[in-house]
Every structure is written in structure tokens, then in C-alpha cells.
């Protein structure tokens, strides 16, 4: 069966610190796969997509960026966090094909203090 | 620009009673509608997806409505329980690609006894 696993669950990193967030997917091969955020109280912001090794696509310019660096591998980065990085980070893969259905890690709570 | 717009009110029902949640869409016409479920704390869930073509889908104690005229989908759980207690966001692709999902804001559920 496909699993997604997503750590750390939590993070509280200071302002000015690099920060890297890993996902991996286990079951299937080729997936799509999804970096969203969730500010509080407020919905999900999709931040980068990757079709493949290597392939990514950002979606908003920002402090933040993504590597795929293996088929089932996807590492959310920054060099230098901001206050305004906080939030819920979720990781997600979609099988090829439309439509598709997406399939949620269990989210890392990252505090920029 | 595209939007999604779900109730940001908190939806508060009786146990027992048919909960009904809305989401209205702008300016696009898309192929399908997902609809999942998001617990404190953890990422959201799958539940249902309904395409252009399909007025109703079921799945056990959920209904799911598109009417691709007025640009809105209903998600009714009827004989709530409540361990139905959750936000609720509704996903389409704006973009027609098939690659991303946007989501709306969401809606919390409450079901009281």
C-alpha cells in the first residue's frame, strides 16, 4: 500500500536559521508530488509542485524552495527563515492520471521565533 | 481572479441532524470537485470527488452535489455524528492542467449531542 511520511512533526526554529523539511513516499512509482502550507486560521497556499526528478514548479516567489532529488523524495528549503515562514507545512503526492486525488502527510508545525 | 469560497462561519449541528456545507466557485468551469476532510492538527483526507457530469455522488453517509450552472457544490452528511466534527474544504483545479488542486478555506463542523 502507499505511504507518505513527513517529519519532523513539529520545529521551532530562530529567525536567520536554514530549515529543511523532508517527504517521502513509499508504493508508488512516478507520483506527482505537492509542498502546501496553512497559515493559521486560514486556507491551503500550494508553494511548489514536481512532475519528476528534478522538475519543479514554484508557485508563489518566496523565502522557500524545493528539490526532488529521488523519484519518491521531496525537500522543502530555506537558507535563512523569516517570522512570516511559520505554519503548517504539508506534503502531498497525486497519482498520474485526472482526475487525481491527493494524499496528505501529517504535516509539519514549524514556529520562526 | 479564480476563487473558491467556502462558509468561514462554524457550522454547529444536533447529533442526528443532515449537516449541509457549501462551496461556490468564479469564473471557471472545472472538470470536477473534491471534497476532504481535515482534523486539528493533521492533514486533510480524501472523501469524495464528483466530476462536470455527475449532478449527485453517495458514500455511506455522504451526499456531494455540483451544479456547474450556479457554480457551487453541497456536501450534505446526513445522521451526523460527532466524530464528524471537522473542517471541511472543498479542491477544484483552476487551472485545468490536471497538476494542481486549489483548495478552499475550508468549513468547521461541529456536531453537538
Known amino acids: 500500500s502507499q505511504t507518505i511520511h513527513q517529519w519532523p512533526a513539529t520545529l521551532v526554529q530562530p529567525v536567520g536559521s536554514p530549515l529543511s523539511l523532508e517527504c517521502t513516499v513509499e508504493?508508488?512509482?512516478?507520483?506527482?508530488l505537492y509542498w502546501y502550507r496553512q497559515a493559521a486560521g486560514r486556507g491551503l497556499q500550494l508553494l511548489f509542485y514536481s512532475v519528476g526528478i528534478g522538475q519543479i514548479s514554484s508557485e508563489v516567489p518566496q523565502n522557500l524552495s524545493a528539490s526532488r532529488p529521488q523519484d519518491r523524495q521531496f525537500i522543502l528549503s530555506s537558507k535563512k527563515l523569516l517570522l512570516s515562514d511559520s505554519g503548517f507545512y504539508l506534503c502531498a503526492w497525486s497519482v498520474e492520471g485526472s482526475p487525481r486525488s491527493y494524499t496528505f502527510g501529517s504535516g509539519t508545525r514549524l514556529t520562526v521565533v | 481572479s479564480q476563487k473558491i469560497e467556502q462558509n468561514s462561519e462554524a457550522l454547529n449541528i444536533q447529533e442526528g441532524k443532515t449537516a449541509t456545507l457549501t462551496c461556490n466557485y468564479t469564473n471557471y468551469s472545472p472538470a470536477y470537485l473534491q471534497w476532504y476532510r481535515q482534523d486539528p492538527g493533521r492533514g486533510p483526507v480524501f472523501l469524495l470527488l464528483i466530476r462536470e457530469n455527475e449532478k449527485e455522488k453517495r458514500k455511506e453517509r455522504l451526499k456531494v452535489t455540483f451544479d456547474t450552472t450556479l457554480k457551487q457544490s453541497l456536501f450534505h452528511i446526513t445522521a451526523s455524528q460527532p466524530a464528524d466534527s471537522a473542517t471541511y474544504l472543498c479542491a477544484l483545479d483552476l487551472t485545468g492542467g490536471g497538476n494542481k488542486l486549489t483548495f478552499g478555506t475550508g468549513t468547521q463542523l461541529k456536531v453537538e449531542l
Open positions: 508504493g508508488t512509482s512516478n507520483p506527482n
